[in-house]
């Protein structure tokens, strides 16, 4: 498996396994499943609500000798309602608890976007704090503070755009090691992939497979298949693989961390398995260049009437 470099010479396998959209009673038996099946890398975030389960595979995978904790890398994320100073600690903490562990590998802000403390998903605009209230900087305290006491070994964001990146980078003590942003061919973002590379940022790649959750409520009628688009199921054909494999296999191809998410022995395998896919450079040309640009997790939640974030703040 390759992997990405970090700092005190630490290695982050490139796939991971996703968790956002597991379900409680299933995600137990998809993380075991997943570490048995050899992957070292799980992404996680408390606002999925089910890190407690993902706690308890990990902790029963280590106990049955399938791993020791060295060996595993786990991702989660500081929610919105945590980004005062004071808040990331303690919300880090449960965290770790939920996960049953003592440190995590990395921990990203989840999104440039403050909550009221509490808030999980904001209803009216009294939910919100702007980012003049409570600046990424002062979060990154807290973050920074993290890797301090020993709890984070590495800190880093979600869903920044290039130019909020740049700004971080240069006004912090610890700098940001990834940036955990939507990455497939309908939104390839090779500037954001140059920009952060540039900067000293592994990118990883959230909804690598497209995100399709046909019981998600957040699902909208007219989304593009990733999937199903005919290029990439022509290089599936080609490579002898299947368009999950090939979509994969491209995101890892270009250097990024990728995460596809499963609760299915057989995907979380072929997922897997991807790794070994070779693909030509002009496969992964051809690939990047289908189109139509779109982005599945758009962040529309964050720009609702009212709010201090607009679409065109948070992506640029
Ligand atoms: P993905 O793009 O990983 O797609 C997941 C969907 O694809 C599920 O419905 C899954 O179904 C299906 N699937 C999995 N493998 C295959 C395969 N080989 N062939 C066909 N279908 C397949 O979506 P996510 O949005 O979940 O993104 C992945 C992860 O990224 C998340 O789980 C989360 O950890 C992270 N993320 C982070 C975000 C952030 O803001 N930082 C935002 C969004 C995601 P099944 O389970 O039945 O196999």
């Known amino acids: 498996m390759k992997t990405l470099n970090f700092s005190h010479n630490d290695k982050m396998p490139i796939i991971g396994l996703g968790t956002w959209k597991s379900k409680p009673g299933e995600v137990y038996k998809a993380v075991l499943t997943a570490l048995k099946t050899g992957y070292r890398h799980i992404d996680c975030a408390p606002i999925y609500g089910n890190e407690k389960e993902v706690g308890n595979a990990i902790r029963d995978a280590i106990k049955a000798g399938v791993l020791t904790r060295k060996e595993l890398w786990v991702t989660s994320k500081l929610w919105n309602d945590a980004h005062r100073k004071d808040d990331v600690i303690p919300a880090l903490r449960k965290t770790l608890s939920d996960l049953q562990l003592d440190y995590l590998d990395l921990f990203l802000v ?7 403390p509490g808030v999980m998903f904001p209803k009216g605009s009294d939910d919100f704090l702007s980012l003049s209230e409570v600046p990424v900087a002062e979060t990154w305290q807290g973050m920074e503070a993290a890797v301090d006491q020993g709890l984070v070994r ?3 964001v979600s869903n920044f755009k290039l130019e909020r990146v740049k700004h ?13 942003v939507e990455l497939h061919p309908f939104l390839p973002q090779d500037e954001l992939l140059k ?3 540039e900067l000293g940022l592994h990118l990883t790649a959230y909804s690598p497979l497209g995100s399709k959750d046909r019981s998600s409520a957040i699902k909208k009628d007219d989304e593009p298949l990733l999937l199903e688009h005919p290029a990439v199921k022509k ?3 080609k490579r002898d693989c299947t368009p999950g494999q090939v979509l994969i296999s491209w995101a890892v191809h270009r250097g990024t961390a990728v995460i596809p998410k499963s609760t299915n022995a057989g995907r979380i395998a072929e997922n897997l398995n991807a790794a070994k896919v070779e693909l030509s450079v ?3 040309q051809f690939i990047a260049q289908i189109g139509p640009e779109y982005r599945f997790v758009d962040g529309s ?4 009437e009212g709010s201090p974030y607009t679409l065109s703040d948070l992506w640029g």
């Open 195 to 197: 920009g952060c590379k």
């Open 282 to 284: 002009e496969d992964i």
């Open 110 to 116: 989840h999104w440039p976007v403050a909550l009221q």
């Open 168 to 180: 971080l980078v240069e006004n912090s003590r610890i700098k940001p090691e990834m940036n955990q």
């Open 154 to 156: 590495h800190i880093g």
């Open 301 to 304: 939640f964050w720009a609702m």
């Open 235 to 237: 290089v599936a054909e």
